[in-house]
């Protein structure tokens, strides 16, 4: 008997042992470097040194979609482009969450100026707007802001730190109910007239709000075509992450240790485990489990859905991840119902029914509370594959 656990127990090291090989565990993560503090002062150009802190900025099913021209005539100036190689056309028909996104990289670039010494002038839109009927032929020509630097005395910014902090947790949250303080803060970070902020943890609110998430979710998961847009950019491995640098993974899931390792290894070994309905399974259950430990919702919502409303959005989000961080809180999206592809007209319609009567729109859903866990650094390219080279 004790010769047959013998064997058992080695038999279950060498699985565990196959599993981590396989998952690419020892493998340098290179997709984290940009994350370190000390990554931007590798370059010499403050353009290049201001994108890179802008690369960490949370942006959608992390695709990292911006595209950076330096201003040959003006070495203190460059372009932002969106890049329209990286749309999620299935989830992202009409391109707003891509527009968002080009808005929290914008916040991202004018803190990191800030506290390193450059003010930093944005203009959206400096050659006009998009022409909708040609979006991915404009978005290659027309840049989304020009930001001109300017050097001046560093300024200590309080939100600075928490860009290089996850912008995103999945974890459950703990029950703890913001303070006031906590609420005003939040709200009161915005200085849009056309933007507000909008935090809710009654009862009534958040059994309304987690209702639209989780209906959303499964709406979702039964649209083949949304799903098997996340299924490609899924990187199962250390291997493909570095190879990759962008997408979805399983540490992005929420799973840290050892189990990152086992999972990741199942998952290359067996790829229908992050396929079809599987997958759709799992999404349902992850959204599920965040509803149920959410203590609090924030909405950010515009007066009208115009590109730069867009964008401002988005650099509104920024603040708000950042301001949340120093007060110790952190958030997650659950932004589906306000999608805009058919199959989720229904949802769309009714949350903005309740909670953007005046005819604005709702551009983020997200859960917020005190993390019970830290969250994992997602991602991330290397900064000089943003730059366009001409």
Sequence with gaps: MF?????????????????????????????????????????????????ACGLLAANGHNMQPWKVKLDKRNPMAFYLYADSDRITDKVDP????????????????????????????????????????????????????????????????????????????????????????????????????????????DKKNMDKLSDYAIKAAVIEAGVNRVMKESEIIFRANEYQKNKYRYGFSVDGQGTTGIMLGIKQGLVTLFPSLNKGKAASDLFIQSTRASVDSTPAYALIISKDNSRSSQVKSGMLYSKLILTAQKLGIVMQPLSQSLEEYPEMKDPYNHIHHDYAPGGGTIQMLVRLGKPIKKASQSMRRDVMDLIISE
Aim: net charge neutral; no cysteine.
């Design 94 to 201: 009409d391109s707003r969450q891509m527009m968002i996104t080009q808005g929290t990289f914008l916040e991202y670039v004018k803190i990191a100026g800030e506290e390193t010494g450059y003010q930093t002038a944005i203009k959206l839109f400096p050659e006009g707007l998009y022409n909708e009927k040609s979006l991915v032929e404009s978005m290659k020509n027309k840049p989304v802001a020009k930001v001109t630097l300017t050097k001046e005395k560093p300024q200590s910014n309080p939100l600075y730190a928490s860009i290089f902090l996850p912008d995103t947790n999945r974890s459950a949250y703990q029950p703890t109910k913001l303070t006031t303080g906590q609420i005003n803060q939040l709200e009161h970070i915005n200085g849009d007239a056309k933007l507000s902020v909008e935090i809710y943890q």
């Design 3 to 51: 010769i047959l656990l013998s064997s058992l127990g080695a038999l279950v090291l060498i699985v565990f042992a196959s599993l981590f090989i396989i998952s690419g565990v020892f493998e340098k993560p290179k997709y984290l470097e940009p994350w370190d503090k000390t990554y931007e002062q590798k370059f010499d150009d403050p353009r290049i040194r201001l994108v």
